[in-house]
């Protein structure tokens, strides 16, 4: 990716936060008036979607506590007028606030609860609820079994909904694609060290992944691959070193907390290594890379 295409990327984000701000400050002031029934459902959903991107916004940018204000309005909004879809997009989007934050049991609470409200269950934002949500969160516990439900329940529900195959985007209120439920399950995988199950899931979804225009996404997985490639009883070392380099290059200058935090963490695994060229030359780009203030910010979060 070039820099002029970073750049561009980076005006784009800013430019949509600020557009949501605006749809944001709008659909508020518009709700104090008085307009047909109807009419203030549709003020009441577009106040509602507004604040859960702005929610989703935050915790890319390392803001879990700006993202949960705004995730917990999506859910009260969409509340009173009974919109299930984004209210179980929101409480989606607050676990997966709460995961970032290292709050992993309330993550998984959260998305738990929602996938339990009635007629939430067979509902297709509930693969959201349970791939993004509890299997991630529970992988951090250490909970094999009920991951690999998680998983099972996600992907059930997929089928069920005939869900697109690709990679679909994490801030869409549409519900997850398949190759999104994988790539969740790769991570959770990563976190219970199944390597061999890691290396097979990402294989199957590789060239969805390498097609899709989020290179945030693209960058994910590779640093979920490195990690299992370390995690191996003969570890890859080189391997590992250089999808975590190209994981860097993708995201430029435009880091999210996630990938801060997963190229972060594979710096710490590759430690026992640390004399090795490659570990030494990843080490270097991480230390570049993370000086950014958007890295630096999403560090004090962090810590």
Not at 34 to 59: H, I, K
Not at 178 to 201: E, G, K, M
Not at 280 to 288: I, M, S
Request: overall charge neutral.
């Amino acid at each position: 990716m070039t820099a002029h295409a970073l750049t561009h990327g980076a005006r784009q984000c800013t430019a949509f936060t600020l557009r949501g701000r605006e749809r944001f400050i709008s659909a508020h002031t518009l709700l104090d008036g008085r307009q047909p029934p109807r009419t203030r459902r549709d003020f009441f959903r577009l106040a509602a979607r507004a604040s859960g991107l702005l929610g989703y916004m935050a915790v890319n940018t390392g803001d879990f506590a700006l993202s949960a204000a705004y995730c917990t309005e999506a859910r009260d909004l969409s509340r009173e007028i009974g919109d299930l879809d984004t209210d179980l997009w929101a409480c989606g989007t607050l676990s997966f606030s709460l995961y970032y934050a290292g709050r992993y049991d309330e993550a998984d609470a959260c998305a738990a609860a929602a996938a339990a409200v009635e007629r939430a269950s067979r509902h297709a934002q509930c693969i959201r609820l349970l791939a993004n949500g509890r299997a991630r969160a529970l992988a951090k516990t250490g909970d094999r079994r009920a991951v690999e439900q998680a998983i099972g329940q996600a992907l059930r529900l997929s089928d069920l909904h005939e869900v697109p195959v690709g990679l679909t985007s994490c801030i869409s209120f549409e519900p997850y694609g398949r190759a999104r439920t994988l790539a969740n399950a790769v991570t959770s995988h990563v976190a219970l060290r199944n390597t061999a199950q890691v290396l097979l899931d990402a294989e199957h979804i590789n060239d969805l992944v390498e097609h899709s225009s989020s290179s945030w996404s693209r960058s994910l997985v590779r640093l979920d691959v490195a990690t299992a490639l370390l995690q191996q009883l003969t570890p890859d070392i080189d391997h590992a070193m250089a999808l975590g380099g190209e994981a860097l290059q993708l995201c430029g200058d435009t880091p999210t907390s996630s990938v801060y935090q997963r190229s972060r963490d594979l710096h710490e695994q590759a430690g026992p290594w640390r004399d090795h060229s490659a570990v030494r030359d990843y080490g270097e780009e991480f230390r570049t890379w993370s000086s950014q203030p958007a890295a630096l910010a999403m560090a004090s979060s962090a810590s």
